[in-house]
């Protein structure tokens, strides 16, 4: 074999091989298929979930995976409604299509921590409307009437005659019968799979291999390309000369595209060694000239002149407030995501057909950039959804799907665009910078008045402009007008800072930065009262029970006032996203004049949890993401260039330096919430507020490494 043959898939499936204990077969007595079926054909009730003869249950996710365990969650939704055995569950991702939506967005779209949220009724409708008739299969079969029969893990029983038939015997008579309408739905005491800690249903192909990650695909005839772009956001091909990217070996073609010009070669090495060779004359247009320090000046002066500023809520009088004022701005940095998987997509684009294969989180969208490109009908545009090695919202845009369809075009064969980490972190739709005001009252230690002004670019603006507020993006103001706190006297404002730098959604959007300044200020003002920030906060939250549910549980079990031992202070913070609450504590120490995180407390209130360990899981990586944001995630320009390239000076926390996450959760019988991006938003402010009490120094802005060491 090749060296270059082998894969990352590859090699894992040789390893599997040779270890002969990843790959397991599952032999259930009394659940094989039944000899009375008269049909190879699953039983597809909807277009969720398909039975076969064999007992496997298929359920269609019509959600992207990509770490956060909806490839599990959403048939687990299923299954517990199916009474279906778990251990005989499988999934397939649902293509591009209308059957598929989410019925919240309108589109299939994943993000905002709303999986489970949106899809609860629709999967639980669906797994007991299947269940409904395969007991009616049943029934039919014995000559009974359904309700003298139960199911339980796959099987149909009939107690009376000790009579059986797996779901598997029955897919044929079912498939005949009549889909029932209004089918009562379970109680939440009689979920049996749905709060339980079962295995991941993508582990075993990301152990064996068999898992296809965009970067994965392989296409027969298929091409590589590496893209050169513009240095300057909005800069232009003056123009170019192909010659010395043609000279490398591999390189079969060189040609220019609307992002920039695309090396096209027999392997990605090959690729990027052309882009590398290119000689490119750049008109750097409109943005050669802009640099952090001038944008957040920028953004200053528009705090200071209200220049452009609309209400986004108002209540009270925050102008006739009396009593101690404090006051406070905060200055947030550009961030990339960085997802594990950098950014890819591979395209066949021919005569009467175009397939896309991607990594991507909206698929409506991906496929609506194949028909502009290629004018063919949106039926005729394949979107395959691979496996995402991390989203983070970048993948909700889809201007990599766009370079392939456009280079697959040009040449006239299937072709991979790969991007390299570089390409990465200097083309992104970045977490917007911001520039956040806040003024507050306070009146025999009560805060009797909140004003919060944010000067950010709106990414919404251009994604939905249709949900734009009376013109304000409230998506710009998560955790600024929905924070858990009741304050009578209350004024949130925004300014849209348009500046010519492409912003998008970044894990837990805009309540990521407003929380960190909520709850950093909110800490600063329980201090000037002279009070505990947890009694403080606990006062504020009169309306907000869940809130106060989730921070009195953390601080329990942190030992919230207790001593964590020497040079040690915590902090905390609560926050509300995607219907959640969760509130942090962190116990934090100084090190060389930085945060040092000995342990983290979570607690957590997101309704129904479908699987405890899914959710501490993304309780636990969404602390870590926010933490390497808080220490030294940011984004610089210099002449309109992004000055960071790689991991060496984009720094994200290594192993070493993460600390124990312990997870709380509170339980629920309410719908399911968000969970894959609460936790993100308040672990920043939780070691900033730890940090005050260390240092007695307020952190204003981010990173801690600016911070702490300007």
């Not at 040092?596 to 993304?618: F, L, M, S």
Request: aromatic share 8%; with cysteine.
């Amino acid at each position: 074999m090749e060296l270059d043959a082998l894969d990352r898939g590859g090699f894992l499936r040789l390893a599997g091989t040779l270890g002969a204990g990843l790959v397991f077969a599952v032999y259930l007595p009394g659940c094989g298929r039944s000899s009375t079926s008269s049909s190879s054909a699953p039983f597809a009730p909807n277009a969720w979930v398909r039975i076969a003869p064999d007992n496997t249950v298929t359920v269609v996710v019509n959600k992207s995976e990509m770490g956060q365990g909806v490839a599990t969650g959403l048939p687990t939704i299923v299954a517990d409604e199916l009474d279906a055995d778990p251990n005989l569950l499988k999934f397939e991702f649902a293509p591009a299509d209308q059957q598929y939506i989410d019925p919240v967005y309108g589109a299939m779209i994943t993000g905002g921590s709303t999986s489970v949220k949106d899809m609860w009724m629709p999967l639980r409708t669906a797994g007991a409307t299947a269940r409904a008739m395969l007991i009616a299969a049943a029934a039919q079969q014995w000559s009974l009437d359904p309700s003298a029969c139960t199911a339980k893990n796959g099987v149909v029983y009939h107690s009376a005659s000790n009579r059986t038939a797996s779901y598997g015997s029955l897919t044929a008579i079912a498939s005949g019968l009549k889909v029932p309408t209004n089918v009562p739905l379970k109680r939440p005491d009689q979920f049996t799979i749905i709060g339980q800690q079962h295995q991941r249903l993508d582990i075993p192909q990301k152990l064996n291999g068999t898992a296809e990650y965009g970067i994965d695909v392989r296409v027969p005839g298929m091409l590589y390309a590496a893209i050169a772009r513009s240095p300057v956001f909005g800069g232009k091909v003056k123009s170019f000369d192909p010659k010395a990217a043609k000279a490398v070996a591999g390189v079969v073609d060189v040609v220019q595209v609307s992002n920039g010009v695309a090396v096209v070669a027999k392997n990605t090495w090959s690729a990027f060694q052309g882009k590398n060779a290119l000689q490119i004359d750049w008109d750097d247009g409109p943005n050669a000239n802009l640099t952090t320090e001038a944008l957040f000046a920028e953004a200053e002066e528009l705090a200071r002149t209200h220049r452009g500023e609309l209400v986004a809520l108002s209540r009270g009088n925050t102008e006739t407030a009396k009593g101690t004022v404090v006051e406070a701005t905060y200055r947030g940095p550009f961030l990339a995501h960085t997802t594990m998987e950098p950014q890819n997509a591979t395209a066949d684009v021919r005569e009467d057909r175009c397939e896309v294969w991607a990594p991507n989180q909206v698929q409506q969208r991906s496929q609506q950039e194949a028909v502009n490109v290629t004018g063919l009908p949106l039926e005729k545009c394949v979107v395959h959804t691979t496996l995402l090695g991390g989203g983070f919202g970048r993948r909700l845009e889809s201007d990599y799907v766009r370079e392939a369809v456009e280079v697959s075009k040009a040449v006239k064969a299937p072709v991979k665009v790969m991007w390299t980490r570089e390409d990465d972190i200097q083309n992104e739709f970045y977490r917007p910078m911001s520039v956040n005001v806040v003024r507050g009252v306070l009146a025999n230690g009560t805060l009797t008045s909140l004003s919060h002004q944010v000067v950010s670019q709106s990414w919404l603006k251009r994604w939905h402009p249709q949900w734009l507020k009376n013109g304000v993006d409230m998506l710009s103001m998560a955790e600024a007008v929905d924070a858990p706190y009741y304050v009578p006297n209350f004024k949130a404002t925004f300014i849209d800072h348009e500046h010519g730098i492409p912003v998008g959604s970044w894990r837990a959007p805009d309540a990521n930065w407003n929380g960190f300044v909520t709850e950093s200020f909110i800490d600063e003002l329980a201090h000037a009262a002279g009070k505990d920030p947890l009694t403080f906060r606990l006062a504020l939250f009169e309306k907000t029970p869940r809130a106060a549910g989730v921070l009195r549980l953390a601080a329990e079990k942190a030992g919230w006032g207790k001593r964590q031992g020497a040079g040690i202070a915590q902090g905390l913070a609560v926050v509300f996203w995607g219907g959640s609450y969760a509130a942090l504590v962190a116990d934090v120490s100084m090190v060389n004049n930085m945060p040092k995180v000995h342990r983290v407390v979570a607690a957590v209130d997101c309704g129904t949890v479908i699987n405890p360990r899914i959710v501490e899981q993304q309780a636990q990586s969404a602390v870590i993401y926010g933490l390497s944001a808080a220490l030294t995630n940011k984004i610089t320009l210099e002449r309109g260039r992004v000055q960071q390239h790689n991991f060496y000076d984009y720094l994200s926390l290594r192993l070493a330096d993460s600390p124990p996450i312990d997870v709380y959760v509170v339980p629920s019988k309410e719908s399911p919430t968000g969970v894959g991006e609460l936790c993100t938003p308040p672990i920043a402010p939780a070691v900033a507020n730890a940090v005050f009490t260390l240092t007695g120094k307020r952190v204003r802005q981010l990173p801690f490494s600016d911070a702490l060491r300007a």
